[in-house]
């Protein structure tokens, strides 16, 4: 096997690192074309305004939508809360119930939670077994006073992605808005705000392999016109929609990230489905009890998500120390508390503990999914050999009957 | 998360992973935890007839800190007596480890499994006693 350098980075849901496309795209907007895009009287900010339309228009294009619809941000949770916030304020009076699903980003779980903390109503719609929204269950949530329906087009955790032109379509009829976290779905499965009937999605270019510390929101124009009452008061930017200075030089590198998404994504996708694939077909013809988390249907190209039975997630992270990845299991996060989103699908405590996250992107070779694939293999095996429920397990035993002594 | 040297170190090259057989009456098994948890460790002490503890074996599925303070406790408790187990504390893994607050409870979940052991090693001991009580009462009435 070729030498590959370590580590290996196979995270890329968590972030992506920066296309030196676009980092050569945004420099001139640190130390040439420099003004602010704010400034009308000169030409330095006749540049930098320049730029930021010529972005605001390559980021539309990947949603099918006018680039005055975009609002540029300082990130994806920004714009969450912009639009949750913004359209829960500005409809206040046509109704104050919101319905999400238990799988979204903290950022929106965290944002209704403060509107419920002012007095709105928000319905957490579960999802099945395969992560997938029960379309039935959402049309039977809405009410008369439901303005708005937040679904997120593809999960960050398991990758799975969501029927969005028909979520959109029960909105459309119901008369409600349909906002989308589509962070993670963004550039790389195709999005079309009108086919869908998407009123507002937050994106950033984090994931698209664009820089940290910039984002947007798409903030539908016609039929209907979306309002929103801003978050961000001082200036009007924004068309009133999010005052502050532009990041120019970020939204630069959004604009080209974007850009070159829409331009590679047909044959990113067809590369990292042929690679993930791989990567799954090798652990899972050398090992078994490995199980998938959440459709490996309906999901993104580069996300894999897997339960290695017997193995605690940390410890098999601390084994493939040459690897960035990330795991559901308790031990990873602050609160010690196992991934929502597993325990959403209904994988019980113990195989949300024992998952792997792979993120693979652009800068993944196959021979590093190789090398991954034999780390994996070799790591869950020797931890096997160490672990007790392996062992009980291997004797015949049901894990289900054993009464357990938790301290 | 960054590990401390000592926890790679046993995680890396584990001491004494591996199972005694359970029936085996010099073998005390102590298994502490649950799977919803993210940690179960297993633990068994061979005791001879001397109430010393001549060999320790490990098995943990749980995170590094985890396995790093099971393998820990094995090392801690070959040579010692079944009284002198007894009297070890979770704090003397936490500072040998240097385990950060958000672990120590793995620290202690290797304590209880040395006890754990130790108490079904004892309770072995007494059924066993308390056969060999009856059958040599048993024996005398025979005999008389």
Known sequence: MSAVKTPIYLDNNATTRTDP?????????????????????????????EAVDKAREQVAQVLGADSKEIVFTSGATESDNLAIKGVAEMYADKG??????????????????????????????EVQKDGLVNLDVLKSAITDKTILVSIMAANNEIGV????????????????LFHTDAVQAFGKVPLDVNAMNIDLASITAHKIYGPKGVGALYVRRRNPRVRLTAQMDGGGHERGFRSGTLNVPGIVGFGKAAELAREEMAAETERLIYLREKLRRGIMDAIDEVYVNGSLEHRLPGNLNLSFNYVEGESLLMGLKDVALSSGSACTSASLEPSYVLKALGVGDELAHSSLRFGIGRFNTEEEIDFVTHRVIHEVSRLREMSPLWELAQEGVDLATVKWNPH | MPYSDKVIDHYENPRNVGAFDKSDPSVGTGIVGAPECGDVMKLQLKINEQGVIEDAKFKTFGCGSAIASSSLATEMVKGKTVDEAMQIKNTQIVEELALPPVKIHCSVLAEDAIKAAIQDFQAKRATQSATAHVLAEEKAAVAA
């Open chain 1, 161 to 176: 992605v969501q029927p969005m032109a028909e979520i959109g379509k029960i909105c459309r009829e119901r008369g409600v």
């Open chain 1, 21 to 49: 496309r676009v980092v050569e795209a945004m420099i001139p907007y640190f130390t040439d074309v420099f003004g602010n895009a704010a400034s009308r009287s000169h030409a330095f900010g006749w540049g930098a305004e």
């Open chain 1, 96 to 125: 104050d119930h919101i319905i999400t699903v238990v799988t979204e980003h903290k950022a929106v779980l965290d944002t209704c939670k403060r509107l419920e903390k002012d007095g709105k109503r928000v319905t957490y719609l």
